[in-house]
């Protein structure tokens, strides 16, 4: 079973960017598909976006072509590059893959 860890998070003003990690252990990354999702308070966990082994990437329809998802196989991490952030993408992120979640990290946007 793979184990993942998130990292990156923080506080960023409206319009800034931020890069999140998703390091994986315990397993062979290289075999699972992944995804980011967010989770806000009082609503449910959302998908924001997939990545394939083979690098094939899937958004949800607010990322809008402002996200960018990618993995490093050789490094076991994946990535979300998150860039013009708006207050409503405040929330706890998470990775997800080989049937485990991380524990998220958590992203504020406000000025």
């Known amino acids: 079973q793979v184990q993942l860890a998130e990292s990156g998070g923080g506080l960023v003003q409206p319009g800034g960017s931020l890069r999140l990690s998703c390091a994986a252990s315990?397993?062979?990354?290289?075999?699972?598909?992944m995804g980011w999702y967010r989770q806000a308070p009082g609503k449910q966990r959302e998908l924001v976006g997939r990545i394939s082994v083979g690098g094939t990437t899937t958004y949800g329809d607010f990322v809008k072509g402002r996200f960018t998802i990618s993995r490093d196989n050789a490094k076991k991490t994946m990535y979300l590059q998150m860039n013009s952030l708006k207050p409503e993408d405040t929330a706890r992120y998470y990775c997800?893959?080989?049937?485990?979640w991380g524990q998220g990290t958590q992203v504020t946007v406000s000025s």
């Open positions: 315990g397993s062979i990354f290289s075999f699972y598909d």
């Open positions: 997800y893959g080989g049937a485990s």
